[in-house]
């Protein structure tokens, strides 16, 4: 069975750093491009960031470039968001999600994690 | 980057009813067009991919269809399960974008 399992989101201060972390499971995570979704309170969906499957491509929305970075490990089956100069803006439930090939769907989606920045 | 806009925004219906919700992109995007579902604290679930393909496990009532800017989600007859929030999302091109969100309630 497909899972992702979401993790690291928590309360931060603005200006604040966190890193997120999805563990892929029935699947071999190098199989297919990875994203970032996130959610904000109340609000729909944002796709925030996006990476092949062997780490050589990596896409980001405006508003996170430069104080967001994907990465994967594709031996450890596991996705990362490292997040820096965190914004108020930023607060939202991330949802780790697969895509199997570039230009397909999101079929499966983590749990969610949810980051709150704030003083 | 390409705008996704959804109509309505939200919508009353009863148990049975046939219900179409209609999805637009600021340029052509080809039939690279999912729909997803999203009940309250729970993930998006896929639905309908590629414009008109059902998901692995998705009921029938659901189906897809349109290509180039137009698309539609229609439930043939809605049952109390579906109530919940649809989304399209673009998949053509980077950044992915998604549309505001369709709220179906029980009238």
């Known amino acids: 069975e497909v899972q992702l399992v979401d993790s690291g989101g928590g309360l931060v201060q603005p200006g604040g750093s966190l890193r997120l972390s999805c563990a892929a499971s029935?699947?071999?995570?190098?199989?297919?491009?990875m994203s970032w979704v996130r959610q904000a309170p109340g609000k729909g969906l944002e796709w925030v960031a996006a990476?092949?499957?062997?780490?050589?491509?990596?896409f980001y929305v405006d508003s996170v470039k430069g104080r967001f970075t994907i990465a994967r490990d594709n031996a450890k089956n596991s996705l990362y968001l490292q997040m820096n100069s965190l914004r108020a803006e930023d607060t939202a439930v991330y949802y780790c999600?697969?895509?199997?090939?570039?230009?397909?769907?999101?079929?499966?989606w983590g749990q969610g994690t949810l980051v709150t920045v704030s003083s | 980057d390409i705008q996704m806009t959804q109509s309505p925004s939200s919508l009353s219906a009863s148990v049975g009813d046939r219900v179409t919700i209609t999805c637009r992109a600021s340029?052509?995007?080809?039939?690279?067009l999912n729909w997803y579902q999203q009940k309250p604290g729970k993930a998006p679930k896929l639905l309908i991919r590629?414009?008109?393909t059902l998901q692995s496990g998705v009921p029938l009532r659901f189906s897809g269809s349109g290509s180039g800017t137009d698309f539609t989600l229609t439930i043939s007859s809605l049952q109390p399960e579906d109530f919940a929030t649809y989304y399209c999302?673009?998949?053509?091109?980077?950044?992915?974008?998604f549309g505001p969100g369709t709220k179906v309630d029980i009238k």
């Open positions: 999302q673009q998949s053509y091109t980077t950044p992915r974008t």
């Open positions: 590629a414009a008109s």
């Open positions: 029935g699947f071999t995570l190098s199989c297919c491009w």
């Open positions: 990476m092949k499957q062997d780490g050589t491509e990596e």
């Open positions: 999600t697969r895509e199997m090939a570039y230009g397909d769907s999101f079929d499966y």
């Open positions: 340029q052509s995007i080809r039939s690279y």
